[in-house]
């Protein structure tokens, strides 16, 4: 079979497409046909060695959708979806033609997307839920969504939305607060670090219960924004990993950080999330994913080198 393989880490140029042995499954395995998987800035970083845990030789990527070919015989012929931190790190991923994870490691692919569609949510949506769980977003949560232009943030206000939050959009330019504003959302446009607490206050009288920092970059202002018990769900840091956090002001408020790190769950704990927030989707609860760009998967490098170079297409390759 056909897939982007790297054998090093450190440069783009170790990635090659390459012809391989298509695996076999073991027992409690399928064999899933890839019809569709995502780039995500992590399969890059990979290559890149930012994750010295990777075993190597390795075919990349963590998304896919695809139809089970082997396996039990209840999933053979069905379509699925999924995630998980294995995939392009411990175990071969998905950006090949065939792909073998655990049976319970796939979950059922809504009717209502498309393969292309399917895998370019997994990272993205898994995320976002986990933040939302962990930090207990639920009815009546009052929630920032710091940088809700990015997959990330965009599939947590969706989940959010679901869940019954109030949500509140805070985003760089004035024309995002326009449009998340004709979408239904109250929205407000990041400036000033130390205006971030009255400009959450004037929406959430006393704070907001949770804030979800998608960029890395709003930690330490963020508690001045957080109501008593509040707290901030992050996904990022700055490159150096370092931030200098106003403790005395969080730990007055009771205040706590809650790290989400979607390489914590492996593709069985994904298939769950999966299968939770699926469904949403065949009920016309959540939006269809649009502007995705399909690429051949023999052209995959040269998508990984454009994400590299800071490109915010989805690319979706199509083996």
């Excluded at 393969?115 to 962990?134: H, I, K, M, N």
């Excluded at 004709?182 to 219960?209: H, M, R, S, T, Y």
């Excluded at 969080?250 to 809650?258: D, E, I, N, P, Q």
């Amino acid at each position: 079979m056909k897939a982007l393989q790297f054998t090093a880490t450190g440069d783009l140029a170790t990635l090659s497409f390459v012809d391989v042995a298509t695996p076999v499954p073991a027992a409690g395995e399928v064999l899933v046909q890839i019809k569709a998987a995502g780039l995500n800035p992590s399969d890059v970083k990979n290559v890149l060695g930012r994750f010295p845990y990777t075993t190597l030789p390795r075919i990349a990527g963590r998304d896919f959708a695809g139809v089970v070919v082997q396996g039990p015989q209840n999933l053979v012929g069905q379509a699925v979806w999924g995630t998980g931190r294995d995939l392009g790190f411990f175990a071969d991923g998905s950006h090949a033609q065939y792909l073998t994870v655990s049976a319970k490691g796939v979950a059922h692919k809504p009717t209502h997307l498309s393969f292309a569609q399917a895998a370019s949510l997994g990272v993205p949506y898994t995320t976002a839920w986990d933040a939302l769980e962990r930090s207990g977003v639920g009815k009546g949560t009052r929630l920032l969504v710091i940088g809700v232009n990015g997959a990330v943030g965009s599939a947590a206000l969706a989940l959010a939305k679901i869940r019954g939050a109030e949500v509140l959009a805070a985003v760089r330019k004035l024309d995002q607060v326009e449009l998340l504003q004709a979408q239904g959302f109250d929205a407000i446009a990041l400036g000033k670090p130390e205006d971030l607490g009255p400009q959450v206050n004037a929406v959430f009288k006393g704070g907001a219960d949770v804030i979800f920092d998608t960029t890395g970059f709003w930690l330490p202002a963020a508690v001045a924004g957080l109501a008593p018990f509040g707290r901030i769900a992050i996904i990022a840091a700055p490159v150096d990993g370092h931030v200098q956090l106003p403790a005395l002001a969080l730990y007055r408020k009771g205040g706590s950080v809650v790290g989400i790190n979607s390489l914590l769950y492996t593709c069985e704990q994904c298939a769950v999330m999966l299968e939770q927030f699926g469904r949403f989707f065949d009920e016309g609860l959540l939006p269809l994913p649009t502007g995705l760009r399909e690429v051949a998967l023999a052209d995959g490098v040269q998508c990984y080198e454009e994400v590299n170079q800071g490109s915010a297409d989805k690319i979706i390759f199509l083996p």
